[in-house]
């Protein structure tokens, strides 16, 4: 009777140590997961980033010839 007591006990563990590997297993599949969609969703951020730079400089450009016209109207306006 003891016998089978010790080995109940045993099949027991035996179950929990199955559900624990399959848990771990599954945590570590979603973690790889996640750790896939983080690494993408960095490099869109940092596309994102790149052209809002490029829009930014040519923003600044379009600042600096706006300005550029202005001061030569003003030349042309103070000509007439």
Same mark, same amino acid.
């Given at each position: @009777?003891?016998?089978?007591? &010790? #080995? @109940?006990?045993? $099949?027991?563990?035996? +179950?929990?140590? $199955?559900?624990?590997?399959? !848990?771990? !297993?599954?945590?570590?599949? $979603?973690?790889? @997961?996640?750790?896939? %969609?983080? +690494?993408? *969703? #960095?490099? *869109?951020?940092? $596309?994102?980033?790149?052209?809002? /730079? *490029?829009?930014?400089?040519?923003? /600044? ?6 300005? !550029?016209?202005? %001061? /030569?109207?003003?030349? &042309?306006? #103070?000509?007439?």
């Amino acid at each position: @009777d003891t016998k089978q007591g &010790v #080995m @109940d006990s045993v $099949e027991k563990e035996r +179950a929990k140590a $199955e559900e624990l590997e399959k !848990s771990y !297993s599954q945590l570590t599949s $979603e973690l790889e @997961d996640a750790k896939r %969609k983080e +690494a993408k *969703i #960095m490099r *869109i951020a940092g $596309e994102h980033e790149q052209r809002a /730079d *490029i829009l930014e400089s040519q923003l /600044d450009s379009k600042k600096g010839a706006k300005e !550029s016209l202005e %001061k /030569d109207n003003e030349k &042309v306006q #103070m000509l007439e």
